[in-house]
């Protein structure tokens, strides 16, 4: 059906050919230069209302012909765009002036429609390529995006090499639906699925259950390349997103990669060498003598354990294993080349890159290799076909950390090793057991593999043709669509020898999974003039987008000596999941542009899906806003606002029931090479409905100081309907959890962004940017009992849904403050606000400074990983007496937890951090015609952190991506990067 | 102009009417559903439903052994991962059973489930067209077992505060019944379950757990070994009695002749999750030290306590053996064995008064386990304790220590580790059913 349809499409794009015009025509010349007097080239020069463009050439002058009474519109990214009458004679000579505010910038309202931001209605944030990753790189493209954001909670699951970050916008969209945002890279949906590598076989983290959410997987957002990114716009809810339908529900960040610029091919060069280390080490007890023996209470055993100390300590064979283990500082390069050019037809760009980096832990590490090719070609003067493909290899190697039940992984294995206790390899490299724990960190790390490798190709399509001209009207069809497939495959070894093999003899669990996502967008654009003054554009189409997604899980024990291969295994376990969906929307939108400074937009999409109850049922999804600049309109002349902007902007959208929420299933219960089925632990619900969404946006605009300051302040209010619970329902029901429609919530929130040029003079800029943001969150309604979910119990604190109150919550046990088993409010894991700031400061055009600051301010974390090294007894602070009451601080904490108390592990996990910081020297006259410019830099990323966090870091999240971020198990700890960056353009 | 803007109009909208008629539907790709196999099962589905209830029986199965022989003082579980086997299961000064709790909620649902999958097991033979009557009461019969049976597990956690019986339909599930009320129903249900057995049909296939219990008259010695033990725990001497005699007691038979529940490697299936190898540490399972202080000379049951390397402690608490009960990783786990029936023969023979009779019971075990002949004094509450003893010994890591010693008050006589630990006499109910 699909590809029937694309061909229908392609067909009615070639059969319209487009009517030749006639005019009274001369030819013109001119020359467009800088405030500075500059020649500007690559400069876009249009003849109004008509598809007559060309560009300036390196001088910054072009030729075209035009009617004798036109008007030229020159526009470039980074300045204002000038109107110019064709004079009766001579030439022309335009100066054009930055674009400070943005003003001019085109963001896109629709699925085939942009405005500029002067007249948009939304808060629409854009991140530029040098934001993103031209200050201090990041490692994977979801890391590139923290802190940069207004609007946005972006949280680091941990620090494994091969990211994994959970992106959540305007607080929480669900519970336990979607809340992460859809990607879409060039018109193309991105997958961005987290799968797990079934570590859970071997760290028993979910005890008992077979899918766990423990094992810290990647998200595959995280393959793409920064370096390709041209701009991000991020539309935050559904007022924006709506017209995107219900993958939407969480928001969109819409992707646009480089385009072929006419004119010379330009081709760069860069490499980056850089080095990863730890960025904060917690450190470890200091045992003696006394506390040695204090580990048993057994008299033999305390006998032995000092003795063992003192040997230890005579041969000086007391070790930081905490500093072996996470000390490593790892190599990173990274090396991108890339192909820019085209003629006034064609455009291409091209790049190749491979970047390669170590861990801060041995054999852990990152891999990505990538290319990509975007052509742009007019076949006639109205119809354009633009493609872009993306190839991607990563490989990620991330260790073993985090949460478990079994005692193996690196983390809390540690826990319990004491500093005397021998784990390194003997002279025939047998490594000992470790008799402090179930496992020997160092053989671990020595033996096993967790790696994850993804082969992922995105190609992309976008078609445009003008079907229709008048004087008054322009028609065009839009078909835009393209396919993301990839298949990961996770490798899990672990070998006989370790020493927590002992009964399973080598355990191998390999995972194959197969992502294909497609979807299509066919839309009619139609743009009536009615006169200077009015304006409508009218766009209608119908949108499809399907997935389907098949992973293969094996895990194999009983492994031959040596191998890895599931058949070389004594028992093998498969499972198997697969999900697959299709979409389809039908959308129309009007927008009205009244004197070009009132601006209304409506739009509606209808729809369905095999995700939902009804698979036949269309849902509508209305949008509308509205945006009155006074300052166009006339009504503000004081002078001393540039620009004044009032808008509002009100859209729904919905997010689908999880998949499968409809039945009662039965699952594989096997015993004796028999089959069995036994039901789900998780209730069906035949009436499940969607999370419906709507959020109300009102917010001002407005720059001054000949717009060297800009401001930009929204309010939002976003409802959500309905949401999901996986309730827990009686056990004795059979099932332990149910879907249900269990409430409504509301997140309201503030953003303000302010956009400054305190310094400007011929040979010192300085850009700034200041955002500020919160959100608030609250159920509004709930009709089951308050749920805790999302941590390990309220002993330990945990998340608790319940009416009245923010839906982040963090509660648990107070005793003795409290009644023993009575439940209080300890914390909230949503920050009190966020502010950001990016600053360049650019000396004689030459020497460029460039810093992002982000603050959390408060906001708290469940953290269970002092507990864990408490308990193992190794906690740097263990014997410490912070207080002053006699009791050294490790007893005290246990005590404290013993005693019913909760409020320990909720700790504040505000930060301020130097995010990136990236020094740049560019060398533009250099004697030899080859090289065009040389640009070296020295940047860091994340290096510098002031918080009172106790944990790693206080960007963690033991569950991944989901609802409950921010709870701290002893995770894989986090790293700062330094790089030394050269670029060189041929 | 118009003509080719009214074709583009004209094709978009067959477009859109295309688009919109061109319907999906995806079931679930990843399993059966209950919806469907209520509608009329077929005898494969049926079987699936048997199969699924044992293999079922044995999720958490290790974590109600340890909960139970914890808070019973036969071992000590020591977790890197979880301090909460040392603390609240013990009492560890201020601390006390939590009604969240993992080894409360996870041993407790996972019963439940097996109990669900049963209902769902007898509605789908009911409604099914596919099978006979008699093949209907076959599956009737089993389904009924072995709910009571897991019923009676659940009940042995909470005891004073009860268990939910009627549980069929999920939206409208019965009351927490008290203790008395509880463990009748499940006396009640094992009796149901016996009719329906008799003059059954069994058509589905059992595991090598079940060896010579797998058809009807097998499967009914089961049932009354179940009924016997449900007896003693009522008080009811006579009955138990009149069950063991229907059973496959034995008092000169195997110890182990029985049903258990099996582990194996293959596809899907579990290893036994209540074995450790010796001498691990993190996660460790120790007898508690009075195991071997206690123990008799001679006792061929040390066995079970076997000797460490070196010694384990955790927050004062220290053992110098692993518990040595299941010894590999496909060890069966036994669900009643001709070993308790005998010592449920002489429990009720004491009550009954028939002292010669019982004394035979225990000598059975004390000769077969290297000790000599009872010796001691000819009464009630001496035998009792002989009787005590031997089922400690005889049944230990099996889940009756605690459960034995409330049922004749003497939680008391546990011993206490540490200054401010508690011996619990029950689990409350957990949050959720509240």
Same mark, same amino acid.
């Given at each position: 059906m699909r590809k029937t349809m694309l061909w229908i499409a392609s067909l009615i794009f070639l059969a319209l050919l487009p009517a030749s015009l006639l005019a009274q025509e001369k030819m013109i010349s001119g020359k467009v230069t800088d405030s500075k007097g500059l020649p500007l080239p690559a400069i876009s020069v249009v003849v109004k209302q008509t598809k007559k463009a060309t560009t300036t050439d390196t001088d910054g002058k072009f030729e075209i012909s035009v009617p004798s009474n036109g008007t030229l519109v020159i526009t470039s990214t980074g300045f204002a765009t000038q109107n110019i009458q064709v004079p009766a004679s001579g030439e022309i000579s335009v100066t054009l002036q930055e674009d400070f505010a943005r003003l001019d910038e085109v963001v896109v309202t629709g699925l085939a429609t942009s405005v500029k931001r002067r007249n948009l209605a939304n808060s629409v944030a854009t991140i530029s390529n040098k934001q993103l990753q031209g200050t201090a790189p990041a490692q994977t493209f979801d890391a590139a995006l923290n802190g940069k954001i207004p609007g946005a909670y972006i949280n680091a699951n941990s620090g494994a090499p091969g990211g994994g970050l959970s992106v959540k916008l305007?607080?929480?969209?669900s519970v336990f639906g979607n809340t992460q945002p859809l990607y879409v890279v060039d018109g193309v949906f991105m997958d961005n699925s987290a799968t797990s590598a079934g570590l859970n076989a071997v760290t028993g983290a979910a005890a008992g259950g077979n899918i766990s959410t423990q094992d810290n997987p990647s998200s595959r957002i995280a393959d793409l390349r920064a370096e390709d990114i041209e701009n991000i716009e991020i539309l935050k809810g559904a007022s924006a997103a709506a017209i995107y339908g219900s993958r939407a529900a969480a928001g969109v960040i819409i992707i646009s990669t480089k385009r072929g610029k006419q004119g010379q091919t330009k081709v760069s060069f860069s490499q980056d060498l850089g080095f990863v280390k730890v960025r904060k080490l917690l450190g470890v007890r200091q045992f003696t003598e006394e506390t040695a023996g204090s580990l048993s209470g057994d008299p033999a055993r305390i006998a032995q354990l000092k003795q063992q100390f003192v040997q230890a300590q005579s041969a000086g064979k007391l070790y930081d294993y905490e500093k072996e283990v996470y000390g490593n500082t790892g190599f990173t390069r990274n090396s991108v080349l890339s192909m820019n050019g085209g003629n006034d037809r064609t455009g291409f760009y091209f790049s190749a890159a491979q970047k390669d980096e170590e861990g801060i832990v041995k054999k852990t590490g990152y891999r990505n290799t990538s290319l990509r090719l975007n052509l742009d070609h007019k076949l006639t003067d109205n119809i354009k076909i633009g493609i872009s493909t993306n190839y991607v290899n990563s490989s990620a190697d991330r260790g073993l950390t985090g949460n478990d039940n079994n005692g193996v992984t690196y983390s809390i294995s540690l826990s319990s090793t004491p500093n005397f206790a021998e784990l390194h390899p003997n002279e025939f490299g047998v490594y000992p057991n470790n008799p402090f724990g179930a496992s020997n960190v160092l053989q671990t790390i020595a033996l096993m593999t967790n790696n994850e490798s993804v082969n992922r190709f995105t190609t992309g399509l976008n078609l445009e043709a003008q079907v229709q001209k008048s004087a008054r009207s322009t028609t065009r069809l839009i078909g835009r669509g393209g396919i993301d497939f990839y298949n990961l495959v996770t490798t899990a070894n672990f070998p006989r020898e370790l020493q927590f093999q002992t009964v399973n003899k080598g355990t191998s669990i390999q995972g194959l999974t197969k992502s294909l996502n497609t979807n299509y967008i066919l839309s009619a654009v139609n743009q009536f003039i009615v006169s200077d003054n009015l304006e409508f554009t009218t766009s209608a189409g119908v949108t499809q987008e399907t997935g389907d997604f098949n992973n293969l899980l094996a895990v194999a024990t009983q492994m031959a000596p040596g191998q890895t291969n599931i058949d070389q295994g004594g028992a093998l376990t498969a499972q198997q999941f697969r999900n697959k969906f299709q979409n389809q929307g039908i959308f129309i939108q009007e927008e009205v542009s009244i004197n070009d400074a009132i601006n209304l937009t409506g739009g509606v999409r209808f729809d369905r899906s095999t995700n939902n109850g009804d698979v036949e049922k269309f849902n509508a999804y209305p949008k509308a806003g509205v945006s009155v600049n006074l300052t166009r309109m006339g009504l503000l002349d004081n002078g001393f606002f540039n620009n004044l902007k009032l808008r509002a902007a009100y859209g729904q959208s919905a997010n689908f029931p999880a998949f499968g929420s409809k039945f009662t299933t039965l699952v594989a219960s096997n015993i004796t090479g028999v089959q069995g089925s036994i039901v789900n632990i998780q209730g069906g619900d035949p009436n499940i409905d969607p999370e419906r969404q709507s959020e109300l946006e009102a917010g001002v605009d407005f720059s001054v100081l000949d717009g060297k300051l800009n401001f930009e302040i929204s309010f939002y209010n976003k409802k959500i309907y309905d949401f999901l619970l996986l309730a827990t329902v009686p056990p004795s029901s059979g099932f332990s959890t149910k879907f249900v429609n269990a409430g409504d919530l509301r997140n309201q929130g503030l953003e303000v962004g302010i956009n400054a040029i305190p310094v400007l003079t011929d040979n010192v800029k300085w850009t700034s940017s200041v955002n500020f943001w919160f959100n608030r969150s609250k159920v509004t309604r709930l009709t089951i009992p308050p749920v805790i979910l999302g941590s390990f119990g309220t002993s330990l604190g945990s998340f608790q849904i319940e009416?009245?109150?923010?839906?982040t919550q963090i509660v648990g046990l107070n005793a003795p403050i409290s009644a023993k088993d009575e439940l209080v409010a300890l914390g909230n894991q949503e920050p009190k606000f966020q502010m950001n700031t990016f600053n360049e400061v650019t000396l004689f055009n030459k020497l460029s400074l460039r810093f992002l600051i982000h603050w959390k301010y408060k906001g708290d974390n469940v953290n269970l990983t002092t507990l864990l090294n408490d308990f193992g007894s190794t906690s740097a602070d263990f014997d410490a007496d912070a207080d002053g009451n006699n009791v050294p601080d490790g007893p005290q904490r246990i005590g404290s937890f013993l005693g019913g108390s909760a409020r320990g592990f909720v700790e504040n996990s505000g930060y301020v951090r130097v995010r990136e910081i990236g020094l740049y020297y560019t /060398?533009?006259?250099?004697?030899?015609? /080859?090289?065009?410019g040389v640009r070296v830099g020295v940047s860091l990323n994340n290096f510098f952190t002031w918080t009172k966090y106790s944990g790693y870091d206080p960007e963690v999240s033991n569950f991944g991506t989901g609802f409950s971020t921010g709870v701290d198990v002893d995770p894989f700890p986090a790293s700062k990067r330094a790089s030394f960056n050269v670029t060189i353009d041929f | 102009m118009k003509r080719i803007k009214n074709h583009g109009a004209l094709i978009l909208v067959m477009l859109t009417i295309s688009f919109v008629s061109c319907k999906k539907e995806y079931a679930n790709l990843n399993s059966p559903t209950v919806e469907d196999y209520l509608k009329d099962a077929s005898k494969d589905q049926l079987n699936g439903l048997v199969t699924g209830a044992l293999s079922g029986m044995r999720n958490n199965e290790a974590a109600y052994l340890d909960a139970v022989s914890v808070i019973g003082r036969e071992i000590y579980r020591f977790s890197s991962a979880d301090p909460r086997f040392v603390t609240e299961l013990l009492g560890s000064e201020s601390t006390t059973l939590n009604n969240t709790g993992f080894y409360l909620t996870n041993p407790w649902a996972s019963r439940y489930r097996v109990i669900k999958n049963t209902n769902v097991l007898i509605e789908a033979a009911t409604n099914s067209?596919?099978?006979?009557e008699a093949e209907k009461k076959g599956y009737t019969g089993f389904a009924k077992t072995i709910k009571a049976y897991e019923l009676l597990l659940n009940l042995n956690l909470t005891y004073n505060n009860g268990v939910r019986v009627e549980v069929s339909d999920p939206n409208n599930l019965g009351p927490i019944l008290d203790y008395d009320q509880s463990i009748l129903a499940i006396a009640t249900l094992l009796d149901e379950a016996k009719a329906d057995l008799t003059g059954s049909s069994v058509v589905f296939t059992l595991t090598p757990g079940f060896t010579g219990f797998s058809d009807v008259a097998g499967f009914v010695k089961f049932n009354r070994a179940l009924a016997a033990r449900v007896a003693v725990y009522r008080k009811e001497w006579a009955a138990a009695l009149v069950a063991l005699n229907e059973?496959?007691?034995?008092?000169?038979?195997?110890?182990?002749l029985g049903v258990s529940h099996q582990f194996s490697t293959g596809s899907g299936d579990q290893l036994n999750p209540a074995f450790f190898p010796q001498d691990q540490n993190g996660e460790i399972r120790l007898a508690h030290p009075n195991y071997a202080t206690d123990i008799l000379p001679?006792?061929?049951?040390?066995?079970k306590a076997t000797l460490r390397t070196a010694a384990a402690s955790n927050t004062g608490l220290s053992s110098n053996r692993d518990v040595w009960v299941y010894t590999s990783s496909t060890s069966p786990i036994p669900i009643i064995r001709n070993e308790e029936l005998i010592l449920i023969y002489a429990e009720a023979k004491i009550k009954l008064g028939a002292f010669p009779d019982a004394i035979i019971a225990l000598n059975r075990i004390r000769t077969a386990h290297n000790i000599a002949v009872y010796a001691g004094a000819v009464n009630e509450a001496a035998l009792i304790n002989e009787m005590l003893y031997q089922r400690r010994y005889s049944l230990f890591f099996e889940g009756h220590r605690w459960i034995d010693m409330r049922r004749y008050n003497k939680l008391n006589e546990l011993p206490i580790d540490r200054p401010g630990d508690d011996v619990w006499s029950a689990m409350p109910i957990p949050s959720t059913e509240n």
């Open positions: 305007r607080g929480v969209t009416e009245g109150k923010s839906a /060398i533009n006259k250099i004697p030899r015609n /080859i090289v065009r | 067209t596919q099978v006979s059973s496959f007691f034995a008092i000169n038979g195997d110890f182990n001679g006792d061929d049951r040390i066995s």
